[in-house]
């Protein structure tokens, strides 16, 4: 069984930074990639960056530039590092991972994750 644990969420004013890490443990196959996705409330689940499973990392267009994610070498824990963060950055953030991934982590819908965070809530104030 895998388990992602999320943490480093909080509150910031807006242009500030913040760095979110998602621990995995369990057994976690060759081949899989993760994704930090993130929901505001009445939003629907947004992609914003993930890794393939060769370890590539990519952001989405909605946030390239100011998010970037990582992989710890040697550990199954990806980082989200947030920059120059605005109020509409607000949401809850949640690390997925899915096995077998087969491909590019945004080639695949959040429903095809089967493992989930418990989330971490990242708040930017004006």
């Known amino acids: 069984q895998v388990q992602l644990v999320e943490s480093g969420g909080g509150s910031v004013q807006a242009g500030g930074s913040l760095r979110l890490s998602c621990a995995a443990s369990?057994?976690?196959?060759?081949?899989?990639?993760m994704g930090w996705f993130r929901q505001a409330p009445g939003k629907k689940r947004e992609g914003v960056a993930g890794?393939?499973?060769?370890?590539?990392?990519r952001s989405a267009d909605s946030v390239k530039g100011r998010f970037t994610a990582s992989k710890e070498n040697g550990k199954h824990t990806l980082y989200l590092q947030m920059n120059s963060l605005k109020p509409d950055d607000t949401a809850m953030y949640y690390c997925a991972a899915l096995l077998g991934c087969g491909g590019r982590w945004e080639e695949r819908n959040f429903e095809d994750f089967g493992y989930w965070g418990q989330g971490t809530q990242v708040t930017v104030s004006s």
């Open positions: 890794m393939d499973p060769d370890g590539s990392t």
């Open positions: 369990g057994y976690m196959a060759r081949g899989y990639c």
